[in-house]
């Protein structure tokens, strides 16, 4: 069992957050999102960031939500698990340097809303993709209410959501969803180049154009 849920590691002017629950495929629980949170802080404190890299350890990026959590209380759960991530997500939207996820496995429920909030997303060969909220008779949080239809229209946002269904990398890229699909053997070091290449370029301008956009 891992202790740490957050791993943050800086590289450079690059701040890497990788998720490290790879016994529960990174379910976000409290602690995680409190980490999170944490990390976020201390990003939005250091001038020198200039990329964000997200990833998750093991088998998955993230597969959602700790449904544990949510089954042992689900109004006190899911306000103690939200409320940090929500406000990780808006210091994530606020910083100047963009953010990269890096996907892997399963992107689904929470995981998949975070994903959609990056700037920017790199996804393996053989990811799976799931909404998953309405298969548990809940609406969708992390952002992706907003995210969803503004990456792939309204119609598209509703089907995704409503009807709940696993699709794969090759869908995603065609939906707009990632920037780039890559060999699962390929994307720890493309998704390290394409955070180098932000990282080394205006991160100012890069903020305002992301503001305008």
Not at 74 to 102: D, R, S, T, W, Y
Not at 159 to 171: K, Q, S
């Amino acid at each position: 069992m891992t202790t740490t849920p957050l791993i943050a590691t800086r590289q450079g002017a690059i701040a890497t957050l990788q998720f490290n629950r790879p016994e529960a495929m990174n379910a976000l629980d409290v602690a995680t999102a409190q980490a999170l949170l944490a990390a976020v802080q201390d990003i939005a404190q250091d001038s020198g960031v200039r990329a964000v890299l997200l990833k998750g350890a093991g088998r998955a990026f993230v597969a959602g939500g700790d449904l544990s959590l949510l089954a042992a209380d689900p109004v006190q759960g899911a306000k103690a698990l939200l409320g940090p991530l929500h406000e990780a997500l808006l210091l994530l939207q606020n910083l100047n340097a963009p953010v990269i996820a890096q996907v892997h496995g399963a992107a689904a429920g929470a995981g998949l809303s975070l994903m959609l909030m990056c700037d920017f997303v790199l996804a393996a060969e053989g990811s799976k993709f799931n909404l998953a909220y309405i298969n548990l008779g809940t609406s969708c949080d992390v952002g992706a209410s907003w995210a969803l239809p503004r990456l792939v229209g309204l119609r598209q946002a509703l089907e995704i959501a409503m009807l709940g269904e696993t699709f794969g990398a090759d869908e995603a890229l065609r939906l707009g969803l990632v920037n780039r699909v890559l060999p699962a053997a390929e994307l720890e070091a493309a998704a390290q180049a394409f955070a180098e290449r932000l990282a080394s370029g205006p991160t100012l301008t890069y903020s305002q154009m992301r503001r305008l956009l």
